[in-house]
């Protein structure tokens, strides 16, 4: 299996839910990450989770929480988003430092819209 | 943080053209890689080539990394290379991932 498995596909969502975003791969992989992507604009990197500990938060605001609950799981819980938190979330997978031998492998993401 | 710019930032080419997609970074880099991100949003893996030079059929790609840039070669494009083009790169001896993409080069293949 070399995929990065991301749920939900499609999300909209109002300014006072709370929802999750799913991602899973199943390659062995020790880190994982969450990036975000406007329109027309490159990914940006959110989080960092290596070996299911936190490594780098790149200053994001609390509304978006992070939680690895094992090697191959990692969510982005949010609550009280902002419209302009619309975007396209990718999340990431690498076999560690470095993106090992083979780099990072990216899911389909989901197209978040806040109402 | 390190730079990473590409050119040209749009291309448009006749279905069958050739064409060299260019990524430029501002220091020393570990890991780069070439993605193609469909109009879904799917980002698709190309290349992993921090240094050197790879072909996968109709690509292929070249790193020199002393001089800092890495070249994209596309040949006999076809309209399913529409899309955009990032390269991503990973700063030398940072101590941890942080993959940093560049501006895109986003190209159209007309039939």
């Known amino acids: 299996d070399t995929e990065v498995t991301q749920t939900p596909k499609h999300l909209v969502m109002g300014m006072t839910n709370k929802k999750s975003l799913k991602c899973e791969q199943h390659?062995?992989?020790?880190?994982m990450y969450w990036y975000k992507q406007k329109a027309k604009k490159p990914p940006e990197l959110m989080f960092v989770y290596s070996y299911e500990k936190l490594s780098i938060n790149e200053s994001v605001p609390s509304r978006f929480s992070p939680e690895c609950p094992n090697s191959s799981l990692l969510n982005l819980h949010l609550h009280a988003l902002q419209p302009e938190d619309s975007a396209l979330y990718l999340c990431a997978s690498s076999q560690d430092k470095g993106g090992g031998n083979y780099g990072y492998t990216f899911g389909s993401g989901t197209r978040l819209t806040v109402v | 943080g390190i730079q990473v710019e590409q050119s040209p930032p749009d291309l448009i080419l006749q279905e069958g053209a050739n064409s060299t997609l260019r990524c430029n970074f501002s220091d020393s880099v570990n890991n780069l890689q070439w993605f193609h991100q469909n109009p879904w949003g799917q980002l698709i893996n190309l290349f992993y080539?921090?240094?050197g030079t790879k072909q996968n059929g109709r690509l292929s790609a070249t790193t020199v990394a002393t001089e800092r840039y890495s070249l994209l070669y596309i040949s006999s494009s076809q309209t399913t290379d529409s899309g955009v083009y990032f390269c991503a790169v990973e700063r030398l001896n940072t101590g941890f991932q942080k993959l940093v993409f560049g501006t895109g080069t986003r190209l159209l293949v007309s039939p």
């Open positions: 080539i921090p240094s």
């Open positions: 390659m062995g992989h020790r880190a």
